[in-house]
């Protein structure tokens, strides 16, 4: 069965540094998202992507982060300046199309830590 | 705005007995009503969704949800519980009115259930 893969599995930085994870969707799948969890806490989403560009971003999304898709398999989160309150599991998830209510898949997420 | 609550943090079961995982929600139009489960070390698993129709949805592994739309309930059901069912339980939901674009899901905090053999 086809799966969301993520890279790294865990990330250690130290604040003001950038990171950049890394995700592959599901091959035949058109719609791409980036969420997080906050430990302790709930999945918020944080943006959505769509035909190369976002579609969708929520209030934590600001000009610190952005999102990429360099190529045809990877999408890519990146964290210009990493803070400590960015310690939290990012999970991305992708989805065959969006107008229907297709579920979607979700990666096995990268532990974000910041030191 | 749209939100989703799952009141406990924890649910306890015995192996073999039925077991409910209850989530609560609130949108402004009509739901899709979404569960997912997490393994330790997993991502979030798709279970089941509900979008229109029969109230009462079958899903994977033996997982049903009902659809109360004068309570804004979507519990989550097992007849019978087994020891591998334990893991999160989130529940999630969309409002169908949320606007050309906006397809993001909103999570409940999640629910561990822990069935003992």
């Known amino acids: 069965e086809p799966e969301v893969t993520q890279t790294p599995s865990h990330q250690v930085t130290q604040m003001g540094q950038e990171v950049i994870l890394r995700c592959v969707p599901i091959s035949n799948h058109l719609y791409f998202y980036w969420y997080r969890q906050i430990l302790g806490q709930k999945v918020e989403f944080l943006v959505s992507f769509y035909n190369n560009e976002i579609s969708e971003k929520s209030e934590i999304f600001d000009d610190q982060f952005s999102v990429e898709r360099p190529d045809g398999s990877n999408f890519t989160l990146k964290i210009r300046s990493t803070k400590l309150e960015d310690s939290a599991m990012y999970f991305c998830a992708s989805s065959e199309a969006a107008g229907q209510p297709y579920e979607q898949y979700f990666g096995p997420g990268t532990r974000l830590t910041v030191t | 705005a749209q939100s989703v609550a799952q009141p406990e943090d924890q649910v306890n079961v015995a192996e073999g007995n039925p077991l409910t995982v209850k989530c609560t929600y609130s949108v402004s139009g009509n739901p899709y009503l979404f569960w997912y489960v997490q393994y330790p070390n997993r991502g979030l698993q798709f279970l089941l969704k509900?979008?229109?129709?029969?109230?009462l949805v079958k899903g994977s592994y033996g997982f049903e949800a009902e659809f109360n739309k004068s309570q804004t309930s979507f519990h989550l059901k097992k007849p019978s519980a087994l020891v591998s069912d334990s893991a999160l339980y989130f529940c999630?939901?969309?409002?169908?009115?949320?606007?050309?674009?906006?397809?993001?899901?909103?999570f409940g905090k999640g629910t561990k259930l822990s069935v003992i053999p």
């Open positions: 509900y979008i229109t129709g029969d109230n």
């Open positions: 999630a939901v969309r409002d169908i009115y949320s606007g050309a674009g906006s397809y993001q899901l909103t």
